[in-house]
């Protein structure tokens, strides 16, 4: 069973910045994609960005040019850098890695943008 472990949420400010980590529990390149969902109080959970094996990756609309995916394979991990937050950004964020036609998912780490 594949564990996605998340880190990085809080609460930071309007404006301000954070960067989330998912470390999956076996080589990055295992995956045919990662990405990052997040789901608001009362609302469907969505894609906020995913990054594919080659390297591809998406956006929603709602956070492009303010938010960037990465990976780093010597540390195994993928980021989620999140810049100029506003407080519609607030939400569960969810690591998540596809392998094949199966879907992991991380336990969710809680990002706050309040003033």
């Known amino acids: 069973q594949v564990q996605l472990v998340e880190s990085g949420g809080g609460l930071v400010q309007p404006g301000g910045s954070l960067r989330l980590s998912c470390a999956p529990s076996?080589?990055?390149?295992?995956?045919?994609?990662m990405g990052w969902y997040r789901q608001a109080p009362g609302k469907q959970r969505e894609l906020v960005a995913r990054?594919?094996?080659?390297?591809?990756?998406d956006y929603a609309d709602s956070v492009k040019a303010r938010f960037t995916i990465s990976r780093d394979n010597a540390e195994n991990t993928m980021y989620l850098q999140m810049n100029s937050l506003r407080p519609e950004d607030t939400a569960v964020y969810y690591c998540?890695?596809?392998?094949?036609?199966?879907?992991?998912w991380g336990q969710g780490t809680q990002v706050t943008v309040s003033s």
């Open positions: 998540n890695a596809i392998i094949l036609s199966r879907n992991f």
């Open positions: 076996e080589s990055i390149f295992n995956f045919n994609a």
């Open positions: 990054i594919n094996v080659g390297g591809r990756t």
